[in-house]
């Protein structure tokens, strides 16, 4: 049983920082590409970075510049470092498998989501 659990979200000012932690069990990061995606309400869920296996990085233009995608594989374990946060980055943040094909990130997924994990920008 896949599962994946996303971490590190919480209330930042505007211009901080935040690092987010996704683990996974029941499958091998390592043979895939993975994303982060978010969700804030109201609004569909966006992919906003991708990292290949072999650590090729893609971003979505609202954050390129600011977040970096990284992954562990020894560890199961993708990353987003968050800076420079935006009021507008606020949403729950997911982690899961995606795709890219040039610049063109797609959403991908292994059958199933984490509960993911909070980010707040706000004064």
């Known amino acids: 049983q896949v599962q994946l659990v996303e971490s590190g979200g919480g209330l930042v000012q505007p211009g901080g920082s935040l690092k987010l932690s996704c683990v996974g069990f029941g499958i091998v990061f390592r043979f895939n590409s993975m994303g982060w995606y978010r969700q804030a309400p109201g609004k569909q869920r966006e992919l906003v970075a991708v990292i290949t296996p072999g650590g090729t990085t893609t971003y979505g233009d609202s954050v390129k510049g600011r977040f970096t995608i990284s992954r562990e594989n020894a560890k199961n374990t993708v990353f987003l470092q968050m800076n420079s946060l935006k009021p507008e980055d606020t949403a729950v943040y997911y982690c899961?498998?995606?795709?890219?094909?040039?610049?063109?990130?797609?959403?991908?997924?292994?059958?199933?989501w984490g509960q993911g994990t909070q980010v707040t920008v706000s004064t």
């Open positions: 899961n498998k995606a795709r890219v094909t040039g610049a063109t990130m797609t959403y991908s997924d292994f059958g199933s």
